[in-house]
């Protein structure tokens, strides 16, 4: 069983810079697809960015220029950079990867104060 652990969430004012991270364990298979979603409260849950095992990447709209995604294959981990935060970015983050099928960390909280 695929499991997802999250780290790097927290609290941060405006302008500030945070990183996440994600480790999948319990596979041997390298993950297609690794990324990130977001869920501020009231609203859906939303696309943030991903990477794929060659390496490209996609990023919402929102996060272009600011975050930027990466990853370490043989490890299965991924991290987001996240620079010049600002207070919309305010959400739980959910990593997630595809190996066969999805499988979704359990979210962390970033925070950004105004």
């Known amino acids: 069983q695929v499991q997802l652990v999250e780290s790097g969430g927290g609290l941060v004012q405006a302008g500030g810079s945070l990183r996440l991270s994600c480790a999948a364990s319990g596979t041997t298979f390298s993950a297609d697809i690794m990324g990130w979603y977001r869920q501020a409260p009231g609203k859906q849950r939303e696309f943030v960015a991903s990477i794929s095992s060659g390496g490209s990447t996609n990023y919402a709209d929102s996060v272009k220029g600011r975050f930027t995604i990466s990853r370490d294959n043989p490890k299965n981990t991924m991290s987001l950079q996240m620079n010049s935060l600002k207070p919309e970015d305010t959400a739980v983050y959910y990593c997630?990867?595809?190996?066969?099928?999805?499988?979704w960390g359990q979210g962390t909280q970033v925070t950004v104060s105004s």
């Open positions: 997630y990867v595809v190996i066969f099928r999805n499988y």
